[in-house]
């Protein structure tokens, strides 16, 4: 390629001279090509460990002027091909006119511009996320391209110097992180190291530091460990490298593509080393870590962030933090844990002005909101730009009716439809608009705020009527209520309170029941979220209602299961809005839809939240706080479940090994994290724990988990079975009470069914919560959520695995391959699958892969694929027709037309291939024979038998006497097959010989065959028409040099017919054998078999079968079409059994489909081509050099 002219003061160093004239000389880098000796070892060595471009580019052009010693790089090339085109390009373009110039100093600068012109042009069509690459990296990425045969699709993320442990020896080199693949590269004196991982296939990634590799990152799949040290900085690799691998699990878990963020500002300057994506990267992780701490939706994007000062009026000081500025928030946290932490939504701020420096308050900026709270922050670096940045955002965020006209809103609590607030965020398009009889849309079947339970949540409803309580516990609850309106006196009230240790102490103590809807909305985040979306879940009611789907059948059918105790669910009321707010959720988020243990977290929020609140705090759980949950194969509790685990061994090492052993967590543990402990536990306890998970997240119940296992661990030990532990930990999570509950004792079912004839001790809820935070406290969320993603790793493989088997057993039974073979298989069409997603294909992904559908469904590839697997693994091969065969046979899988087979119909079509040999001679015919033409005459014929008989009560009660029975599928169902199919099955098997050894006896035995067909067909015509002869215009000639070379049919009542179709016959085959397939420059050329080929290319001077010339693929072609231009025998046809008697009298056609179909080689061989698809390059260039020559 063209690089920007460059200075070279040692044009000889290290490069050899191969070319050269007046004004340019080629050069070649030493060790490059043939031979090289000690000298080209060490050279390629050294360009490895420094990341020469030479290595990846060893030719380069160098422009030179008389006797000048300064030269200048012009242009370079990784092959002496493209090398040799720039060069003669100067040679046409530019020796002429550079003889004309008398100064050398014109010369070079001419050759400079010139050369810089052309760049120029050629970065116009390049993408503007390139533009912002440096070279370096550019170059980098075109090397990683080149050493591993990736495509332009794929993106170069970082790389990075390290070494790679190859047994005990460390080789140094370089790894490539790019989207999809782990790469490392290497060579030294002669030792070449190459590596390609796919981020799917990694099931642990690891840093850890031992005698042996010292502060390494272990990469390990399913069969091999990789070990890299050596890092420069290794904190930042492996960061990089997970997100890299979550990026995969997600995809492998949804289907959740890799894509670049557009919108990404560009940077200030260009990096260094440094790619648009990383920054992409990096910009997502501090995203991630933004919304997590202060529980923001995942729309938010964080803009900026800047250490400060805060002034806290309650403590009269200021507290050191950090400043969090995105496009609808500005956040603080303290540098402190737990010390004091703010949000303010744009939407609440009126004022933003700078205040007056001093000496005591430098920089500050005062930020005032509706409710008139007023912010001060000090020590802003830069004062300015952050007011402006602010003022910017202001500017664009509506103006929302949520402010001081309405109270509630700044309180905690919803304002419903009835306030005139308009919808500012229309509902997805996708969702169609429910209409009335009349065609006009409906308003309020199904909601409308005249509900009761629109306005306020089940409990008060159904407590209402209740006498007051003067007793000691309705005491303690009015002083909890009275503590927190101190509180929000000192702290402030509603989405702009300051949340500090204080209110985390209040948390821990209870929630009072007429605070707990308002305080779960606004520590979970869904206060937000439902003030930015008015009416949204008025409407998402009304379209989702009245559906009938799969996540409807599951809810209507889990609808009374939930909470059947309580009597707010004993009565339509309860039991209509909460089949409101689940099938609304599931309309709102269909990848999820409905999960059991939903029905029994939504009935607990319905009774202290109205609907919409309800609606809002279950979309907090499912998609920020609780991730993946509640999906088809609810990963997310797994991974907890793991983490659970790994807790315990670190925790509680001794009772962790005795579990194990039983088997426990793994059984225990599922319920309790699936539904934060509402299903094991009294309801009036389990409600403080849900207290506590709003405000501090999963971590509590981490702490509560360990508890439990911590109080019981002696009588744990004690136990031999798993029955025994489990029956323990049940009596025990139902005796935690709550003595200060003032709601009437409802009955807990599990009690009920597990109580013994003594009753165990009561555990007061309040001393387990506090046992806890005191034995388990330091547990951080940081921590956590890397032994998540430790977990995610494992678990997410282990699910990928277990629908492998799933998959395989399903059809073992009904393919010619044993499990092994049938899990390679399986691993190379998945393997497929995802290449197709990240490396673009002709539908998107989603197409392709549905979670809701069986494992045996959920991986689908197209017609490209199919041919790319059927060359390598099919057994039928025809050189360079195998494609058009392909695609032909991929029509007849793809059974409902939708361009896409899966795992099992590419296994039907794969064992009718290769079940042959395995099965032998069957019922005194070969088998392969058989299948053979039973595939072949499906992929000819499309027609339908006809019943011409009249059909009278008889009739009818036989058909019904038989769809009560199994169909079977014979070859007597296979349909007839007309003398235009029967032709085009002729040459369709000869093309199939045509790169076979014995390529002259098939094509005589199928002449042979043809010839006999014909025969039989006039025989058979005769029968069918009584004898009656149709005149026939025979139009067809044989051709005289064909009748020599062709054995001819007995001369025995010859007629005009029978001539024509032998002519016809013969034509084609003389065709198809003359016939030389077209070269083809691209993969675009062979998707279809309709392009020019011996299947479609008929001489106009033989057959003139226009039909045939255009596709000759008759698949959902009428077997009746007409051909324009001649005359066929619309009478003649023949049967399958005819074709496969005629074919069992040549030996060399039973011979050839009798051979074996070894498919462990042929696996074994598609095996290596992925990997020598990506590592072209690991031959030495000493023998590529060779292999050009």
């Given at each position: 390629?063209?690089?920007?002219?460059?200075?070279?003061?040692?044009?000889?160093?290290?490069w050899v001279?191969?070319?050269?004239?007046?004004?340019?000389?080629l050069q070649?880098?030493k060790?490059h090509?043939k031979?090289g000796?000690?000298?080209?070892?060490?050279?390629g060595?050294?360009?490895?460990?420094?990341?020469?471009?030479?290595?990846?580019a060893?030719y380069r052009?160098?422009?030179?002027?008389g006797?000048s010693?300064?030269?200048?790089s012009?242009a370079?090339?990784?092959?002496?091909k493209e090398i040799?085109g720039?060069w003669?390009?100067?040679?046409t373009?530019?020796?002429q006119?550079l003889?004309?110039?008398?100064?050398?100093?014109?010369?070079?600068?001419?050759?400079?511009?010139?050369v810089s012109?052309?760049?120029?042009e050629e970065n116009?069509?390049?993408?503007?996320?390139e533009?912002?690459d440096s070279?370096?990296?550019r170059?980098a990425e075109?090397k990683?391209?080149?050493?591993?045969?990736?495509?332009?699709e794929?993106?170069?993320?970082n790389y990075?110097?390290c070494?790679?442990w190859k047994?005990?020896?460390?080789?140094?080199?370089?790894?490539y992180?790019?989207v999809?693949?782990?790469?490392?590269?290497?060579?030294?004196?002669?030792k070449?190291?190459t590596?390609?991982?796919?981020w799917t296939?990694?099931?642990?990634?690891e840093?850890?530091?031992?005698?042996?590799?010292?502060?390494?990152?272990?990469?390990?799949?399913?069969?091999?460990?990789?070990?890299?040290s050596?890092f420069?900085?290794?904190?930042d690799t492996f960061?990089?490298?997970?997100?890299?691998a979550?990026?995969?699990m997600?995809?492998?878990?949804d289907n959740?593509?890799?894509?670049?963020?557009?919108?990404l500002p560009k940077?200030c300057?260009?990096?260094k080393n440094?790619s648009?994506?990383?920054r992409?990267?990096?910009?997502?992780a501090?995203?991630?870590?933004?919304?997590?701490?202060?529980r923001?939706?995942?729309d938010e994007?964080l803009d900026?962030h800047?250490?400060c000062t805060?002034?806290t009026?309650?403590a009269?000081?200021?507290?050191?933090g950090q400043?969090?500025?995105?496009n609808?928030?500005?956040?603080?946290?303290s540098?402190e844990e737990?010390?004091c932490q703010?949000?303010i939504?744009?939407?609440?701020?009126?004022?933003v002005?700078?205040?007056?420096?001093s000496?005591?308050?430098?920089c500050?900026?005062?930020?005032s909101?509706?409710?008139?709270m007023t912010?001060?922050?000090?020590?802003?670096?830069d004062r300015?730009?952050l007011v402006q940045?602010?003022?910017?955002?202001l500017?664009?965020?509506?103006?929302k009716l949520?402010s001081?006209?309405?109270?509630?809103?700044?309180s905690g609590?919803?304002?419903s439809?009835?306030?005139?607030?308009?919808?500012?965020?229309?509902?997805?398009?996708?969702?169609?608009t429910?209409?009335?009889?009349g065609g006009?849309?409906?308003?309020?079947r199904?909601y409308?705020?005249?509900?009761p339970t629109?306005?306020?949540g089940?409990?008060?409803i159904y407590?209402?009527d209740?006498?007051?309580?003067?007793?000691?516990?309705?005491t303690k609850?009015?002083?909890?209520?009275e503590?927190?309106?101190?509180?929000?006196?000192?702290f402030?009230r509603?989405?702009?309170?300051?949340?500090t240790s204080k209110t985390?102490?209040?948390v821990?103590?209870?929630?009072p029941?007429?605070?707990?809807?308002?305080l779960?909305?606004?520590f979970?985040?869904a206060?937000?979220?439902?003030?930015?979306?008015p009416?949204?879940?008025a409407?998402l009611?009304?379209?989702?209602?009245?559906?009938?789907t799969?996540?409807?059948?599951e809810?209507?059918?889990?609808l009374?299961?939930?909470?059947p105790?309580?009597h707010?669910?004993?009565?339509?009321?309860g039991?209509?809005?909460?089949r409101r707010?689940l099938?609304?959720?599931?309309?709102?988020?269909?990848g999820?839809?409905y999960c059991?243990?939903?029905?029994i977290?939504?009935?607990?929020?319905?009774?202290?939240c109205?609907e919409e609140?309800?609606?809002?705090?279950?979309v907090?759980?499912?998609?920020?706080?609780l991730?993946?949950?509640y999906?088809?194969?609810?990963?997310?509790?797994?991974?907890d479940?793991?983490?659970?685990?790994e807790?315990?061994?670190?925790?509680?090492p001794?009772?962790?090994?005795?579990?194990?052993e039983?088997?426990v967590?793994?059984?225990?543990s599922?319920?309790?994290?699936?539904?934060?402990?509402?299903?094991?536990?009294?309801?009036?306890?389990a409600?403080?724990l849900?207290?506590?998970?709003?405000?501090e997240?999963?971590?509590?119940?981490?702490q509560?988990?360990?508890?439990?296992?911590?109080?019981?661990?002696d009588?744990?030990l004690?136990?031999?079975?798993?029955?025994?532990?489990?029956?323990?930990?049940g009596r025990y999570?139902d005796n935690?009470?709550?003595?200060?509950?003032v709601?009437?004792?409802?009955p807990?079912l599990?009690a009920?069914?597990?109580?013994g004839d003594e009753?165990p001790p009561?555990i007061?809820?309040f001393?387990?919560?506090?046992?806890?935070?005191?034995?388990f406290?330091s547990?951080?969320?940081?921590?956590?959520?890397?032994?998540?993603?430790?977990?995610?790793?494992?678990v997410?493989?282990s699910l990928?695995?277990?629908?492998?088997?799933?998959?395989?057993?399903?059809i073992?039974?009904d393919?010619?391959?044993?499990?092994?073979?049938l899990?390679?298989?399986y691993?190379?069409f998945?393997a497929?699958h995802?290449m197709s997603?990240?490396?673009g294909?002709s539908?998107?992904?989603?197409?392709?892969h549905?979670?809701s559908?069986p494992y045996?469904?959920?991986?689908?590839i197209?017609?490209?694929?199919f041919?790319?697997?059927?060359g390598?693994?099919g057994?039928?091969?025809?050189?360079t027709?195998?494609?058009t065969?392909?695609?032909r046979?991929f029509r007849?899988?793809?059974?409902n037309k939708?361009?896409?087979?899966?795992?099992?119909?590419f296994?039907t079509?794969?064992?009718?291939?290769h079940?042959f040999g395995?099965?032998?001679s069957?019922?005194?015919?070969?088998?392969g024979t058989?299948?053979?033409?039973?595939?072949?005459?499906?992929?000819?014929c499309?027609i339908?038998?006809?019943v011409s008989e009249?059909k009278?009560?008889k009739?009818y009660?036989?058909?019904?006497?038989k769809e009560?029975?199994?169909k079977i599928?014979?070859i007597?169902d296979?349909?007839?097959?007309?003398?235009?199919?029967?032709i085009?099955l002729?040459?369709?098997?000869?093309?199939m010989?045509s790169?076979?050894p014995?390529e002259?006896?098939?094509?005589h035995?199928?002449a042979?065959?043809a010839?006999?067909?014909?025969?039989i067909?006039?025989?058979?015509k005769k029968?069918?028409n009584?004898?009656?002869?149709?005149?026939?215009?025979?139009?067809?000639?044989?051709?005289?040099?064909?009748s020599?070379?062709?054995?001819q049919p007995?001369?025995?009542?010859?007629?005009g017919?029978s001539?024509s179709?032998?002519?016809?016959v013969?034509k084609?085959?003389?065709?198809a054998?003359?016939e030389?397939?077209?070269?083809q420059?691209?993969?675009?050329?062979?998707?279809?078999?309709?392009s020019?080929?011996s299947?479609?290319?008929v001489s106009?001077?033989s057959?003139?079968?226009e039909?045939?010339?255009?596709?000759?693929?008759?698949?959902g072609?009428?077997?009746d079409?007409?051909?324009?231009?001649?005359?066929?025998?619309?009478d003649w046809s023949?049967?399958?059994e005819?074709?496969l008697?005629?074919?069992l009298?040549?030996p060399?056609l039973?011979?050839y489909f009798?051979?074996k179909?070894d498919?462990?080689?042929?696996?074994a061989?598609?095996k290596?081509?992925?990997?020598?698809?990506?590592q072209v390059?690991?031959?030495?260039?000493h023998?590529?050099?060779?292999l050009?020559?």
């Amino acid at each position: 390629m063209w690089i920007t002219p460059e200075e070279v003061l040692l044009a000889n160093a290290l490069w050899v001279s191969e070319r050269a004239n007046p004004f340019f000389i080629l050069q070649r880098r030493k060790g490059h090509g043939k031979g090289g000796g000690i000298t080209g070892l060490l050279v390629g060595t050294m360009d490895v460990v420094l990341d020469s471009s030479a290595r990846v580019a060893p030719y380069r052009i160098l422009h030179q002027t008389g006797d000048s010693q300064i030269f200048w790089s012009i242009a370079c090339g990784s092959s002496r091909k493209e090398i040799t085109g720039h060069w003669e390009w100067l040679e046409t373009n530019l020796l002429q006119t550079l003889s004309i110039f008398d100064n050398d100093e014109d010369i070079t600068t001419f050759v400079k511009g010139k050369v810089s012109g052309i760049i120029a042009e050629e970065n116009k069509s390049k993408a503007a996320q390139e533009d912002e690459d440096s070279g370096k990296f550019r170059e980098a990425e075109q090397k990683m391209r080149k050493l591993f045969g990736m495509p332009g699709e794929e993106k170069l993320v970082n790389y990075y110097s390290c070494s790679y442990w190859k047994g005990r020896v460390p080789r140094q080199g370089w790894v490539y992180l790019s989207v999809n693949h782990l790469c490392f590269y290497s060579f030294l004196l002669g030792k070449e190291v190459t590596l390609v991982v796919q981020w799917t296939e990694v099931t642990r990634l690891e840093k850890n530091a031992t005698l042996v590799f010292p502060e390494s990152v272990r990469v390990s799949t399913r069969h091999t460990e990789h070990y890299f040290s050596m890092f420069l900085n290794i904190n930042d690799t492996f960061k990089l490298m997970e997100q890299l691998a979550t990026i995969a699990m997600r995809q492998l878990l949804d289907n959740e593509g890799f894509s670049a963020d557009r919108t990404l500002p560009k940077a200030c300057k260009t990096l260094k080393n440094v790619s648009a994506l990383k920054r992409d990267l990096d910009a997502r992780a501090k995203n991630e870590r933004y919304r997590a701490l202060f529980r923001l939706t995942p729309d938010e994007r964080l803009d900026g962030h800047t250490d400060c000062t805060l002034w806290t009026p309650f403590a009269k000081m200021h507290i050191v933090g950090q400043l969090f500025v995105s496009n609808n928030y500005i956040c603080f946290c303290s540098r402190e844990e737990d010390l004091c932490q703010l949000i303010i939504p744009l939407r609440e701020v009126s004022i933003v002005e700078k205040a007056d420096s001093s000496s005591v308050l430098p920089c500050p900026v005062s930020i005032s909101t509706k409710n008139k709270m007023t912010f001060l922050f000090a020590n802003l670096k830069d004062r300015d730009f952050l007011v402006q940045r602010i003022s910017d955002f202001l500017q664009r965020t509506p103006d929302k009716l949520w402010s001081d006209g309405h109270p509630l809103a700044l309180s905690g609590y919803s304002v419903s439809q009835s306030e005139g607030i308009p919808s500012t965020t229309p509902l997805s398009s996708s969702l169609p608009t429910p209409t009335g009889a009349g065609g006009e849309p409906s308003q309020g079947r199904h909601y409308s705020p005249s509900l009761p339970t629109a306005t306020q949540g089940l409990l008060r409803i159904y407590q209402k009527d209740d006498p007051e309580d003067h007793g000691p516990k309705a005491t303690k609850e009015k002083m909890k209520e009275e503590s927190w309106n101190i509180h929000f006196f000192e702290f402030g009230r509603g989405v702009c309170m300051y949340r500090t240790s204080k209110t985390r102490e209040l948390v821990l103590n209870g929630i009072p029941e007429s605070l707990r809807g308002e305080l779960w909305l606004l520590f979970s985040g869904a206060q937000n979220e439902m003030a930015t979306h008015p009416g949204y879940y008025a409407e998402l009611v009304e379209q989702a209602m009245g559906r009938c789907t799969l996540a409807t059948e599951e809810i209507e059918r889990d609808l009374h299961r939930s909470m059947p105790e309580h009597h707010a669910f004993q009565n339509e009321m309860g039991i209509a809005a909460l089949r409101r707010v689940l099938t609304a959720y599931a309309c709102r988020n269909p990848g999820i839809g409905y999960c059991q243990a939903m029905n029994i977290v939504t009935s607990v929020l319905l009774l202290y939240c109205t609907e919409e609140e309800a609606f809002w705090l279950l979309v907090a759980l499912c998609e920020r706080m609780l991730p993946d949950y509640y999906n088809t194969r609810v990963v997310g509790a797994l991974v907890d479940q793991g983490v659970f685990e790994e807790l315990t061994r670190e925790c509680l090492p001794l009772l962790y090994e005795h579990m194990q052993e039983l088997g426990v967590i793994s059984t225990i543990s599922l319920s309790w994290f699936l539904t934060l402990f509402l299903s094991v536990m009294p309801f009036d306890s389990a409600v403080l724990l849900v207290d506590c998970f709003f405000y501090e997240g999963i971590k509590v119940i981490f702490q509560v988990a360990l508890a439990v296992l911590h109080a019981n661990m002696d009588t744990l030990l004690d136990c031999t079975d798993e029955g025994e532990a489990m029956t323990i930990l049940g009596r025990y999570l139902d005796n935690v009470v709550n003595k200060q509950t003032v709601s009437p004792p409802i009955p807990h079912l599990h009690a009920l069914l597990t109580s013994g004839d003594e009753p165990p001790p009561e555990i007061d809820v309040f001393q387990l919560i506090k046992s806890s935070y005191d034995k388990f406290g330091s547990l951080r969320a940081d921590v956590i959520e890397q032994m998540r993603f430790k977990q995610r790793l494992k678990v997410i493989q282990s699910l990928e695995d277990t629908a492998k088997r799933s998959v395989v057993r399903a059809i073992m039974t009904d393919s010619a391959f044993s499990i092994e073979e049938l899990e390679e298989l399986y691993v190379l069409f998945k393997a497929k699958h995802i290449m197709s997603c990240y490396w673009g294909a002709s539908c998107t992904a989603a197409e392709r892969h549905d979670p809701s559908l069986p494992y045996l469904e959920q991986y689908r590839i197209d017609l490209e694929q199919f041919c790319q697997l059927f060359g390598a693994l099919g057994t039928w091969l025809c050189g360079t027709h195998t494609v058009t065969l392909a695609a032909r046979h991929f029509r007849l899988l793809d059974s409902n037309k939708d361009g896409l087979i899966n795992f099992k119909e590419f296994v039907t079509g794969l064992s009718e291939a290769h079940s042959f040999g395995e099965f032998g001679s069957a019922h005194g015919h070969p088998q392969g024979t058989h299948t053979l033409l039973c595939i072949s005459i499906r992929i000819q014929c499309n027609i339908a038998m006809s019943v011409s008989e009249v059909k009278d009560y008889k009739y009818y009660l036989r058909m019904w006497a038989k769809e009560k029975e199994p169909k079977i599928e014979t070859i007597k169902d296979l349909p007839r097959m007309n003398q235009e199919q029967f032709i085009e099955l002729c040459k369709t098997l000869y093309n199939m010989f045509s790169e076979d050894p014995l390529e002259q006896e098939l094509y005589h035995a199928i002449a042979t065959v043809a010839s006999l067909l014909l025969r039989i067909g006039e025989v058979g015509k005769k029968f069918t028409n009584n004898c009656a002869k149709k005149p026939t215009d025979t139009t067809y000639t044989q051709a005289p040099t064909l009748s020599a070379e062709l054995p001819q049919p007995e001369k025995e009542e010859s007629n005009g017919e029978s001539s024509s179709g032998q002519s016809l016959v013969c034509k084609a085959l003389a065709e198809a054998q003359l016939e030389t397939p077209p070269q083809q420059t691209s993969d675009e050329e062979v998707k279809d078999d309709t392009s020019v080929s011996s299947y479609s290319m008929v001489s106009t001077g033989s057959l003139q079968c226009e039909d045939i010339a255009d596709d000759t693929v008759l698949i959902g072609c009428a077997g009746d079409q007409q051909r324009r231009g001649s005359t066929l025998d619309g009478d003649w046809s023949i049967t399958f059994e005819q074709v496969l008697a005629s074919m069992l009298t040549e030996p060399p056609l039973v011979d050839y489909f009798e051979k074996k179909g070894d498919i462990q080689a042929r696996m074994a061989t598609c095996k290596m081509q992925r990997g020598v698809e990506r590592q072209v390059s690991s031959s030495s260039d000493h023998e590529l050099a060779q292999l050009s020559t």
